[in-house]
């Protein structure tokens, strides 16, 4: 069974920083690329950073670049994403996520979410 | 950032077919493959097309998806009660570089 345990979320201040964890299971972690995604209260997804199978290509939306981090480690099986700099905006609930790439390029399995609130 | 377009609403009665629009650019639906998650509240979304038109293992055949140049469309058949849920599309995006996603579709079941 295809596992993705998101850990880290909280509540911190503006200007503060988080560190989210993903530990994965149910499939081979080293041969997939690994997504954030998260989410603001009551609105819509938004993709925030990839990153590819061995650590060496990431991407990131505009938003975050420059503050956030993602990272991974294949022998724990684990996904990263460190931010800094916090802003209100970035309160959402964070979805670790596997991306697909065969008929097409897609996030297949997600987790269950860790909500990130900054605020004073 | 929503670069992709979907009405914010669709609605039926059981039984009926609903369609939701999604619309993008070159970059995006255009030129790569286009995707659909279902969503309830308080959970997280669940992967229902991808590449255009394919179901994964365990999503009803009532749910299909198409594209057309920069649009993609999903329909839903035969439509329950517990399709309820927000919809939304998705596709790489080259210009940007990453995942877009679409605004998002309430569907109600009336």
């Known amino acids: 069974e295809v596992q993705l345990v998101e850990s880290g979320g909280g509540l911190v201040q503006p200007g503060g920083s988080l560190r989210l964890s993903c530990a994965v299971s149910g499939f081979t972690f080293s041969n997939s690329w690994m997504t954030w995604v998260r989410q603001a209260p009551g609105k819509g997804l938004e993709w925030v950073a990839n990153?590819?199978?061995?650590?060496?290509?990431?991407y990131y939306v505009d938003s975050v670049k420059g503050r956030f981090t993602i990272s991974r480690d294949n022998a724990k099986n684990s996904l990263y994403l460190q931010m800094n700099s916090l802003r209100a905006e970035d309160t959402a609930v964070y979805y670790c996520a596997r991306d697909r790439i065969d008929s097409g390029t897609y996030i297949d399995y997600w987790g269950q979410g860790t909500l990130v609130t900054v605020s004073s | 950032q929503s670069v992709l377009t979907q009405p914010p609403s669709a609605s039926g009665t059981p039984g009926q077919r609903v369609t939701i629009s999604c619309s993008g650019s070159?970059?995006?639906?255009?030129?790569?493959?286009v995707n659909w998650y279902q969503q309830f509240p308080g959970t997280a979304p669940k992967l229902l097309i991808h590449s255009h038109y394919q179901r994964p293992s365990g999503v009803s055949d009532r749910f299909s998806g198409s594209r057309s140049g920069t649009s993609a469309s999903l329909a839903i058949s035969r439509l329950q009660s517990d399709d309820e849920a927000d919809y939304y599309c998705?596709?790489?995006?080259?210009?940007?570089?990453?995942?877009?996603f679409g605004t998002g579709t309430k569907v109600t079941v009336l």
């Open positions: 990153v590819k199978q061995d650590g060496t290509e990431k």
């Open positions: 998705s596709a790489w995006d080259d210009s940007l570089n990453g995942y877009v």
């Open positions: 070159s970059s995006n639906i255009g030129s790569n493959t």
